[in-house]
């Protein structure tokens, strides 16, 4: 039997759940179970608008917050023989999903999981991000949304649109979503600031490998024949990684890299990003192309 060759590029390690936000309004969730940790289900589930039914109802989900642990291992594979996916309250092993710690700025949610390890830490990192969010940052979110029309008109291309939302809203730009005040409109009425230094339209290509300024925005479009960046590491840990090498990952449409390249930096990069283990031709097309290689 001949083994398959090696893969010339490392594989990101797998994701233990894939996080979704579900719109359960009307929908009927099945909830079993009493006491404390029941009830606290049914309140998410209420506040989410879910309609809470029994076992025998027909769904796609249910909860189980039984303690008896015979009677909620019985519960869970009855209900999983019948291809319901199933929480099972402090069951992680039993669990298909999960339920996040939420940080509520509707209409901005953000989701802390742990996959079930460690309530505990997603609730503590609830807390510290409460401290940090606006309260009022789904006024940002809403006021995006109207703009819409007024994106799309300014910038046609839309990487080039996710591009110039990404430097607004990095530290310190206009929109910041960790600033106490956004004012959309005015971010669209100033011009393009310059994309970074050697990185101009026409596809010249940026070295951010020992830069340690992080001043330079990421690239902002216009681009004219496509944004190249070299990324030339030093270290293998992606914490080492500067302000404009991680700015550029973020935001690149296509990452080309070594196969020494460890997946953890690749990571770093846009999880729709194209990752080719090639060099970056002299002409990668349109949008951030970012090309990653060790210098050590």
Known sequence: ???PAPLPFPLP???QSLPLFVRLAGRPVILLGEGE????KRR????A???VVGEDAAASLAIVAIDDEDEALAAVARLKARGILVNAVDRSALCDFTLPAIVDRAPVLIAIGTSGVSA???AALRQRLEALVPADL???ALALQAARGALRKRWPDMGERRRALATAMAAGGMLDPLSPTHDVDAWLSTPDSPPWKGGAGGGSAADVSADPQP???PPTPPFQGGEQVVIRLTSTDPDDLTLRQARALASADRVYHRPDVPAAILDRARADAARLCEPMPSDPGTGLSVDVEMAL
């Not at 940790?37 to 606290?40: N, Q």
């Open 37 to 40: 940790a029941a009830d606290a």
């Open 1 to 3: 039997m001949i083994s």
């Open 120 to 122: 505990g830490l997603a």
């Open 49 to 51: 608008g879910a309609d």
């Open 44 to 47: 998410l589930l209420d506040r």
């Open 138 to 140: 789904g006024k940002l």
């Open 13 to 15: 390690p797998p994701l």
């Open 215 to 217: 001043a330079d925005p």
